[in-house]
């Protein structure tokens, strides 16, 4: 943790970069080998080797990421999956349990659904708003909790207090997935979070031209993920590494400017005739609008909505609108909407979306940086008839 550093805007910038820089370079540079010389290393986890995640270009983003979240370490992944799996991994064995929030990210829920159990895992669903009824499930092998900052798609805001709390009663590992909120509106160690993870393919990379991920927290935790990942293989190469250091300088700029602006599209559908529902935590409407307002700096570029039309209008409002574009992922610099269930949560049971209140109808929105009334304005013409 850079403590000299007392704004996220300038650790983003100067937390973690080499001293002296190298060879005077202001951007680092990318250091695109596979291997480097023995330097007197006695541990295997200490070998500079790129699938061992400790290059120069690793060795930059773990400093910086762990700073941005006021946390003591961070290592950065293949993917977001990555960084999900091997967390999880690193804590869980055979015979042990897991608590997870009931409405999860759908790789996450099939991660857990369909694989842990084949790791002699077991797992409940809980309701992250309901603490009372967590005891209920708590069992002598639970060993860890987890939960998202803000949920995807339908942005429910969890008691994460409660979670922090029941988590350290009970001795038990607290994950959070905060990619929503990133580092710029949550940060999860502040808080009491053991492990934060992120698909930095979003919002700390934000140009929707790399795959990676990030664990960060305690020391220690991190050691664990850092060596149940080198055994795995997912590591993030330099190159991706190099493009991930360059798009986090600019994340508070860029999360700031799309709070605002998703706010503002997110009142504009709020009042729109033909709109049933909007799922934002910035809108006072919002079942956990003032819980959001007491944990989070910014609520975040992404809502969804429901149109009055159900399925049928959802696909006309996609095919409608031009200025955005019909793709998944989200937290880049363009507006991306989809309809979660024939992506994000395609692998689940329609069954299991349909009780979640996953519709088919449902509409997830990524807002980008382009003119908050240039979205407006397409969303608008995109609405009618």
Sequence with gaps: MAESFKNLETKLIHAGEPEPRVGGAVSMPIFQSANFEFAGETSYHEIKYI???????????????????????????GSGMAAITTSLLSVLSAGDHLLIQ?????????????????????YDFIDADDPDSWKKKLRASTKAIYVETMTNPLMQVADLRAVVDFARINLLVSFIDN??????????????????????????????????????????????????????????DPHACFLLHRGIKTLSLRVKYQNKSAFDIARFMEKHPAVATVNYPGLESHPRHLRARELFDGFSGML????????????????????????????????????????????????????????????????GIEATEDIIGDFEQALRG
């Design 51 to 77: 699938r061992l995640n400790n290059t120069p270009n690793h060795a930059v983003l773990h400093k910086k990421l762990a700073a941005a979240e006021n946390a003591e370490a961070a290592l950065v992944t």
């Design 102 to 122: 009931d409405t999860l990210y759908g790789g996450t829920h099939d991660f857990i659904t369909k694989d842990l159990p084949t790791f002699g895992i077991e």
């Design 179 to 236: 990619t929503f909120a990133s580092p710029v509106n949550f940060r999860p160690a502040e808080w009491g979070f053991d492990i934060s993870l992120h698909s930095c393919t979003k919002y700390l990379n934000g140009h929707s031209d790399i795959v990676a991920g990030a664990a960060i927290g305690g020391a220690e935790l991190i050691e664990k993920v850092t060596h149940k990942l080198n055994r795995l293989g997912g590591t993030l």
């Design 304 to 367: 969804s909505f429901e149109l009055k039309g159900g399925l049928p209008a959802a696909g006309r409002f996609i095919e409608r609108a031009s200025l955005s574009i019909h793709a998944p992922s989200l937290g880049g610099v363009e507006t991306l909407v989809t309809r979660p269930a024939t992506t994000s949560h395609s692998g689940m049971l329609p069954e299991d979306r349909r009780r979640l209140g996953i519709t088919d109808g449902l509409i997830r929105v990524s807002v």
